[in-house]
């Protein structure tokens, strides 16, 4: 598996420069400081936040939405400036063409194989966010406003 190994450094380092150039565009992470300003908003060590924005490491996916919270990304924005999911594959199957009819439910695996994904933190990011996106519309679906509510 040796060819992944190149696919997972090009992501990680356009993670970093996602994180870093939306931590610029907030301002509050500027000049001395800034870094260790970040990493007490993301709740990672400052260590960490140096090497992800370097391009040498990618968070765990349980961290995605404080990072994103914390440079002012919604955490599927920062999936998709990142380049990790296209905006299609996150697209309800109504808004993609697909209708369903007589399909099964698929696993992550399986999702992740049609989506071409093969990575493993790849993988682990697709999983986050269908998660994530489940949470959002289970919310949505007990009255919680969003953006079921504004159907």
Do not use: C, W
């Not at 309800?92 to 999702?111: H, L, M, N």
């Not at 049609?114 to 949470?135: C, H, K, S, V, W």
């Amino acid at each position: 598996m040796r060819s992944n190994e190149g696919n997972a450094e090009t992501i990680r380092q356009r993670f970093g420069r996602t994180v870093a150039e939306a931590a610029r565009r907030t301002g509050k992470y500027e000049g001395r400081g800034g870094q260790a300003a970040l990493a007490r908003d993301t709740g990672l060590s400052e260590s960490a936040v140096g090497r992800m924005l370097k391009g040498e490491t990618l968070p765990e996916a349980r961290h995605f939405e404080r990072i994103a919270t914390a440079v002012g990304l919604d955490v599927r924005d920062l999936l998709i400036e990142a380049e990790i999911v296209s905006p299609e594959s996150l697209q309800p199957p109504s808004q993609t063409g697909a209708t369903g009819v007589g399909s099964d439910s698929i696993t992550f695996e399986e999702a992740a194989i049609a989506f071409g994904i093969y990575d493993p933190t790849g993988r682990e990011m697709l999983r986050a966010t269908i998660e994530r996106l489940q949470r959002l519309e289970a919310e949505d679906a007990d009255g919680g406003g969003g953006a079921a509510a504004q159907r």
